[in-house]
């Protein structure tokens, strides 16, 4: 399963406002982490997602999902999860 550091984090630059000591702090001392531990991470689901879908390149599914997620459509927090349990699933199957 692909891990990602802090670098390849801030390569990607996936989230908002976030500059490097913030993603370090979020890492808490782990050298890498998994699609599913990006998933659980402590800050807003949108930033996740948005994580997430960068990890993923941008797959046309996943896009029509963050338009979803990012239009300011009426989505609510459970299906905003769904939304990113789905994506983290995507992700690990294209890590095989």
Sequence with gaps: MRRYTVDDIMHLRPFRGC????????????????????????????????????LLAYRWTALQIALTVFTGASVSEADSQKYLNWIVEMHEESAR
Excluded: F, H
């Design 19 to 54: 500059g490097r000591a913030r993603v370090t702090e979020l890492w808490s001392g782990r050298e890498a982490l998994s699609a599913r531990e990006i998933a659980a991470l402590d800050m807003p689901v949108d930033d996740r997602v948005s994580a997430l879908l960068r």
